[in-house]
């Protein structure tokens, strides 16, 4: 079968091992900004971006706090150092959903470009079978294929943030259900704190 996935998403050397309680985890982005999609909207574009992250000489980006929220609402109180950093990506694969490029800042993708991404989707789970999706931002929640179902509501028991809730979508592939939890997109607005407590329910109940 012809691969319809334009950009490969990518892989940590260790997601096949599972991030906690051996759970393998797919985080869901978006859509790449190109300002000149003929020379950077590759094939290998998602994998260029978490190397560059992952590189220690490169230079600091904008773009780059926002995998830095995600990474230090994930692993909590632990200090975010370059192992830890490594340690985290090498054990999740990063996904971006829409697959044309986007070509301006702060511009939402359209109806049709979600909806054409959405083979190369079901390619990625299919072929991947993660465990659990945690989906950066409302708008491609609401975005994505509603060929699954609604799981019971994910509540926060106990602590500051008890009370707190959010929905589950699952898809089912063959004989496995994969849950999805959206959250805030930490590019902003995003609270670290809240987040790792969403995380941390979301590992242990799905």
Same mark, same amino acid.
Request: with cysteine; hydrophobic share 35%; aromatic share 14%.
């Given at each position: 079968?012809?691969?319809?996935?334009?950009?490969?998403?990518?892989?940590?050397?260790?997601?096949?091992?599972?991030?906690?309680?051996?759970?393998?985890?797919?985080?869901?982005?978006?859509?790449?900004?190109?300002?000149?999609?003929?020379?950077?909207?590759?094939?290998?574009?998602?994998?260029?971006?978490?190397?560059? *992250?992952? !590189?220690?000489?490169?230079?600091?980006?904008? =773009?780059?706090?926002?995998? #830095?929220?995600?990474?230090?609402?994930? %692993? $909590?109180?632990?200090?975010?150092?370059?192992?830890?950093?490594?340690?985290?990506?090498?054990?999740?694969?990063?996904?971006?959903?829409?697959?044309?490029?986007?070509?301006?800042?702060?511009?939402?993708?359209?109806?049709?470009?979600?909806?054409?991404?959405?083979?190369?989707?079901?390619?990625?789970?299919?072929?991947?079978?993660?465990?659990?999706?945690?989906?950066?931002?409302?708008?491609?929640?609401?975005?994505?294929?509603?060929?699954?179902?609604? *799981?019971? !509501?994910?509540?926060?028991?106990?602590?500051? =943030?008890?009370?707190?809730? #959010?929905?589950?979508?699952?898809?089912? %592939? $063959?004989?496995?259900?994969?849950?999805?939890?959206?959250?805030?997109?930490?590019?902003?607005?995003?609270?670290?704190?809240?987040?790792?407590?969403?995380?941390?329910?979301?590992?242990?109940?799905?």
């Amino acid at each position: 079968m012809n691969s319809v996935v334009k950009f490969k998403p990518w892989v940590g050397e260790n997601y096949e091992k599972g991030i906690l309680q051996g759970k393998k985890l797919m985080i869901l982005g978006e859509s790449h900004y190109c300002a000149n999609p003929e020379t950077e909207a590759t094939k290998d574009i998602t994998i260029k971006v978490i190397e560059d *992250l992952l !590189d220690p000489l490169s230079e600091h980006e904008g =773009y780059k706090n926002t995998y #830095t929220k995600f990474a230090k609402s994930f %692993i $909590g109180n632990i200090e975010y150092n370059q192992k830890n950093k490594e340690e985290f990506w090498q054990h999740v694969l990063f996904y971006n959903y829409v697959q044309t490029p986007i070509t301006g800042t702060r511009i939402a993708p359209s109806e049709s470009q979600f909806q054409e991404s959405e083979k190369a989707f079901f390619e990625i789970l299919s072929q991947y079978q993660p465990d659990l999706v945690i989906v950066w931002g409302k708008r491609l929640y609401t975005n994505l294929p509603q060929k699954g179902k609604q *799981l019971s !509501d994910l509540g926060i028991t106990q602590g500051e =943030y008890a009370g707190n809730a #959010t929905e589950i979508w699952s898809y089912q %592939i $063959g004989t496995k259900t994969i849950a999805l939890m959206p959250i805030t997109h930490p590019s902003a607005g995003y609270e670290l704190e809240l987040h790792n407590a969403f995380i941390r329910e979301f590992i242990k109940q799905y």
